[in-house]
């Protein structure tokens, strides 16, 4: 049994600002798992084609995609929690009809949808065409992402469907997803999957939808461009991704 197990949030922690890998984050992260370390990466981001090759650079045993709505062990889907089309749906058109000037970015794979362009394009092909909000394919649901000035002084939670959960994000925005789509939840399935006690994990993290992950894992690591309650639940706080926090962390923790 491998027991040790580490955990990564993307954007704002292995990624650099401007959305590209340092070769020290990557080569670090190769070091551990060298030493036996399994990799995991936990990340709001959607499994398009651009973002699968993009994380291909790092060597990961377990992903989870959209905090948690679709995860693999390596490319074996291991748990899908997606919101059902015609529920949602109801609840999409209700919303719209009520605030029509909110921005709607749906994710039901293999199309990405916005009200805004009155676009959907393909995930894989990048295949784009034009539609509205009542034409949308009757696909199950990952992730649906909320835009507004006026998004905090609405009712959302009057509109969640069965199963779902609500979460602002820093940058104001609203995400709903199924409520087992937290990358808590994700944790715990990577502890299962790989039978690792989750006191044996290290997670790292910058953001509000890391808190789950770093207060649930044995050690958790915030980076020093996270947020402050972030860094208040984390047991260590380490460097800026811009300044390679990760490696920093590892060289004098785990390599010494």
């Given at each position: 049994?491998?027991?040790?197990?580490?955990?990564?949030?993307?954007?704002?922690?292995?990624?650099?600002?401007?959305?590209?890998?340092?070769?020290?984050?990557?080569?670090?992260?190769?070091?551990?798992?060298?030493?036996?370390?399994?990799?995991?990466?936990?990340?709001?981001?959607?499994?398009?084609?651009?973002?699968?090759?993009?994380?291909?650079?790092?060597?990961?045993?377990?992903?989870?995609?959209?905090?948690?709505?679709?995860?693999?062990?390596?490319?074996?889907?291991?748990?899908?929690?997606?919101?059902?089309?015609?529920?949602?749906?109801?609840?999409?058109?209700?919303?719209?009809?009520?605030?029509?000037?909110?921005?709607?970015?749906?994710?039901?794979?293999?199309?990405?949808?916005?009200?805004?362009?009155?676009?959907?394009?393909?995930?894989?092909?990048?295949?784009?065409?034009?539609?509205?909000?009542?034409?949308?394919?009757?696909?199950?649901?990952?992730?649906?992402?909320?835009?507004?000035?006026?998004?905090?002084?609405?009712?959302?939670?009057?509109?969640?469907?069965?199963?779902?959960?609500?979460?602002?994000?820093?940058?104001?925005?609203?995400?709903?997803?199924?409520?087992?789509?937290?990358?808590?939840?994700?944790?715990?399935?990577?502890?299962?999957?790989?039978?690792?006690?989750?006191?044996?994990?290290?997670?790292?993290?910058?953001?509000?939808?890391?808190?789950?992950?770093?207060?649930?894992?044995?050690?958790?690591?915030?980076?020093?461009?996270?947020?402050?309650?972030?860094?208040?639940?984390?047991?260590?706080?380490?460097?800026?991704?811009?300044?390679?926090?990760?490696?920093?962390?590892?060289t004098k923790h785990l390599l010494q």
């Amino acid at each position: 049994m491998n027991n040790r197990m580490l955990l990564f949030d993307v954007d704002g922690t292995i990624l650099s600002s401007d959305g590209s890998f340092s070769p020290i984050t990557l080569k670090f992260i190769k070091i551990c798992k060298n030493k036996g370390y399994l990799i995991g990466i936990l990340t709001a981001r959607s499994r398009s084609m651009k973002n699968l090759c993009l994380l291909a650079q790092v060597p990961y045993d377990f992903i989870a995609f959209y905090n948690g709505a679709q995860i693999y062990a390596k490319d074996h889907m291991i748990e899908n929690n997606v919101l059902p089309f015609e529920q949602t749906f109801c609840m999409l058109q209700k919303l719209n009809n009520d605030f029509p000037d909110i921005g709607i970015d749906i994710h039901l794979e293999p199309w990405n949808f916005s009200n805004v362009c009155e676009e959907i394009y393909h995930m894989w092909t990048d295949k784009r065409k034009t539609c509205i909000l009542n034409d949308l394919p009757k696909y199950d649901i990952q992730r649906i992402r909320l835009e507004s000035e006026k998004l905090i002084t609405i009712p959302l939670q009057n509109y969640m469907v069965h199963e779902s959960n609500l979460y602002y994000t820093r940058y104001s925005d609203a995400i709903i997803v199924h409520k087992n789509a937290n990358k808590g939840c994700a944790a715990k399935k990577a502890a299962e999957i790989f039978d690792i006690p989750l006191s044996q994990i290290i997670a790292f993290g910058d953001d509000v939808t890391d808190m789950d992950m770093i207060k649930i894992v044995g050690t958790g690591v915030a980076m020093g461009n996270a947020i402050p309650a972030l860094k208040r639940s984390a047991k260590y706080v380490t460097a800026t991704n811009d300044r390679n926090g990760v490696a920093t962390w590892i060289t004098k923790h785990l390599l010494q």
